[in-house]
């Protein structure tokens, strides 16, 4: 019952540094995002994809990029890391391509800190 | 500011109490959803309405989509410790370019 699974589940990164974060779904969902949450601000979208090889902007996409290479795997790539990119990030997958409707899966989440 | 405000942002409350949370916003939303979440784990869904007027029940938890779909209530009765987490609304607001919006949430404590 793996669902969405998100690595790493922490991490600390210094100031310009780069990571991936790595989202991989198992349910075959075309529909998959990244949100970041920060606290008293809900979630934001910063990426989505409707399929593999078609990728789209969010609400806030600076500073990050993704590639769909697969339909299973979608990872967040974070450039020349700032600590405004501190966040908790979610990947979620859905089956369903009409936002709001369909149900959202979500990881379990990375917390990333920019020192 | 946000598209989806979120009242009250903290309640705690005593087990066995009735609540209501809010989501409001000032657009037209095509559906709403309700979210809840606990801490370390990512958002589970409980629920969708996209009718106006829609009342929709899950077991002690209440949901109502407002007539004119810019709202929505959450209302929990006979609240117990295990309904603790942060309960968030999302919708696609209307001509909006697919994106579903989140509120900033409402953190629940339950106190036994």
């Known amino acids: 019952n793996a669902g969405v699974t998100q690595t790493p589940k922490f991490r600390i990164l210094k100031i310009g540094q780069s990571m991936t974060l790595q989202c991989t779904q198992d349910m075959n969902h075309n529909y998959m995002y990244w949100y970041r949450q920060d606290p008293g601000m809900g979630l934001k979208l910063i990426y989505y994809?409707?399929?593999?090889?078609?990728?789209d902007k969010g609400e806030v996409p600076n500073g990050y990029n993704v590639s769909r290479s697969t339909t299973e795997d979608f990872p967040l790539r974070l450039e020349l890391a700032a600590p405004s990119q501190t966040s908790v990030y979610f990947c979620a997958s859905s089956s369903s391509g009409r936002a709001g409707t369909g149900e959202l899966f979500f990881g379990e989440g990375s917390r990333l800190t920019v020192l | 500011t946000q598209l989806l405000e979120q009242s009250p942002q903290f309640l705690s409350i005593q087990e066995g109490e009735n609540l209501t949370v809010y989501c409001n916003s000032s657009s037209v939303f095509s559906s709403l959803q309700w979210y809840r979440q606990e801490p370390g784990e990512g958002p589970v869904l409980l629920v969708t309405v996209v009718t106006g007027g829609e009342v929709k029940k899950l077991k002690r938890l209440t949901f109502q989509f407002g007539d004119a779909r810019k709202d929505s209530s959450l209302h929990i009765t006979a609240a117990q410790p295990g309904d603790t987490g942060l309960y968030l609304c999302?919708?696609?607001?209307?001509?909006?370019?697919?994106?579903?919006?989140f509120g900033s949430g409402t953190q629940l404590t339950v106190l036994p």
């Open positions: 994809s409707v399929g593999a090889g078609i990728t």
């Open positions: 999302a919708g696609v607001a209307t001509g909006s370019a697919r994106q579903l919006t």
